[in-house]
Structures are given as C-alpha cells and as structure tokens.
Nanobody, 118 residues
Framework: VQLQASGGGLVQAGDSLRLSCVASARTLSYYVMGWLRQAPGKEREFVASILWSGHNTAYANDVKGRFTISKDKAKNTVVLQMNNLKPEDTAVYYC????????????WGQGTQVTVSS
C-alpha cells in the first residue's frame, strides 16, 4: 500500500480543513485506514481511523465531535474533515494503514502540516 496525503495548511482557530489520502493498492479490503499526528516535541498520536470494509470508525477523545473520517471507495481515498480547529491541533498529520487486527500502523504516507493560529 502506498499512501499520498494532501490538504494541510495554515488556518485560524475555528476554521476548517480537509485532509485527503489517496491509497494505491491492489485491495484495501483487509485494511484499517487512519490519521495520526505529531506535534513539535511530542510523540505521534492517534487521531481517527476507519475500517475500509465496513463502517466502523474511531476517534481520539480530543477530536470527537470536531473531526470526521470518511472514505470514498471509488477513489481509494480517505478524508479527514477537521472543523472548529484549535491551536492544539497544530501538528504534522500522517495518513496510515494497518491490517485488521494489527496494533501497529505498518504503512505511512508523507506528513502534511496543519498549523492553527490563535
């Protein structure tokens, strides 16, 4: 699986951004797709995930109600819609994939910078 992320930028608090991740793979049927982020000086952390074959989604507590992860199977794309952004959302966001049942994210896209000013 190869992942290509895009959509980061500089916004103000309260604004929205939409991140996209295009996946190149023969099949994604057995994968969980997700977004993780890493802020300066902090460890990489989970943001959201979605089961490619199914409807299950998961979110980190601090983004619930503000971020929405979705998929477009026709375009092999996973989207992270981020609303009501806060300065603490500032980070490099990574698209990632792992096999269902695995705990480790095995495939990574390049990061995209999201900067939220107050």
């Amino acid at each position: 699986v190869q992942l290509q992320a895009s959509g980061g930028g500089l916004v103000q608090a309260g604004d929205s951004l939409r991140l996209s991740c295009v996946a190149s793979a023969r099949t994604l049927s057995y994968y969980v797709m997700g977004w993780l982020r890493q802020a300066p000086g902090k460890e990489r952390e989970f943001v959201a995930s979605i089961l490619w074959s199914g409807h299950n989604t998961a979110y980190a507590n601090d983004v619930k109600g503000r971020f929405t992860i979705s998929k477009d199977k026709a375009k092999n794309t996973v989207v992270l819609q981020m609303n009501n952004l806060k300065p603490e959302d500032t980070a490099v966001y990574y698209c990632a994939a792992k096999m269902r049942g695995d705990s480790t994210w095995a495939k990574w896209g390049q990061g995209t910078q999201v900067t939220v000013s107050s």
